[in-house]
């Protein structure tokens, strides 16, 4: 299902806020963060290359060449609309070379807790893009363009979306110095289990979120809220990680819902066609997540353009991938 290296920062070190009691071992650098996502990206346009990527973080993560084409190509609107101001939209790309970072206790332990749809992924990577554009009379094309990407293999779509609307912004005034902030908050956070409500500090934010688990009841609203008490100000609650409008993704398609949904069930091959990556990656997500708690296993693509470097490998195939 598909829908139509510069600058590397040294790490920082220091750590915001008191050390935890769970603080990383030696051998294990990055170890909370990576339990939440790869790397994060952020991608510039070139006059003379087009996209380019601009910085890797943490900056001795490594993506192979095709990897940082694939980010590239897709962390920016591939159309020829005006529209200026902030995007937010999410792609999917395929892992090479093998895998690269070994997994840890916390992962397996909490794939095994973790509904089989919400799985981390073993072979692709999800990218959770906020791309900017706006008039900047500095710039020699006379416009600001760039795109915060994080590389996660997480699908949390509306966990990474509210974190992107909270320090992408930033990020765009401040550059890296608050990116390498952000980043050792996350290596703070405590791991992704199942069935546990997390406060996740961020930029002087508290994200509240339920991790679901196996045994969560499908027709039982969000948990209760919790430690309000000792949170000033109090936390933004994210009543899901990942479930999207359905109502709103579906509504110009609704007299189709039902065929759709037999599509998918399927496994036929689908392709959506859409006038920005926002609705393409929207749409795409809303299908594959038709059939939950069964899992999606044929292969998609939330956003996906003639660049894609397996865009003709998609195209010529006779069956469904």
Known sequence: MDAGSGTRPHRARGRLGAPSSGARAPGAPWAR??????????????????????????????????????????????????????????????????????????????????????????????????????????????????????????????????????????????????????????????????GQTLNLPVMGVVLQVHIPSRVDKPESGPPAQRGHENLLPAPVVLSSVHELDLFRCFQPVLAHVQMLWELVLLGEPLVVLAPSPAVSSEMVLALTSCLQPLKFCCDYRPYFTVHDSEFKEFTTRTQAP
Not at 163 to 187: G, H, M, Q, R
């Open 33 to 194: 963060f990576s339990a939440w996502l790869e790397c994060v990206c952020v991608v510039t346009f070139d006059l003379e290359l087009g996209q380019a990527l601009e910085l890797v973080y943490p900056s001795d993560f490594r993506l192979t060449d095709k990897e940082k084409s694939s980010i590239c190509y897709l962390s920016f609107p591939d159309s020829h609309s005006g529209c200026l101001g902030d995007t937010q939209f999410s792609f999917r790309i395929r892992q090479c070379g093998g895998q690269r970072r070994p997994w840890h206790t916390d992962d397996r332990h909490c794939d095994s807790g973790t509904p089989a749809s919400l799985q981390r992924e073993r072979a692709h990577y999800f990218g959770y893009v906020h791309f900017r554009q706006v008039k900047d009379s500095s710039a020699r094309r006379g416009y600001f363009q760039k795109s915060l990407v994080l590389v996660s293999r997480l699908p949390f779509v509306r966990l990474f979306q509210a974190l992107l609307s909270l320090v992408a912004p930033e990020y765009f005034d401040k550059l890296t110095p608050c990116l390498e902030a952000v980043c050792n908050e996350i290596d703070q956070w405590p791991a992704p289990v199942p």
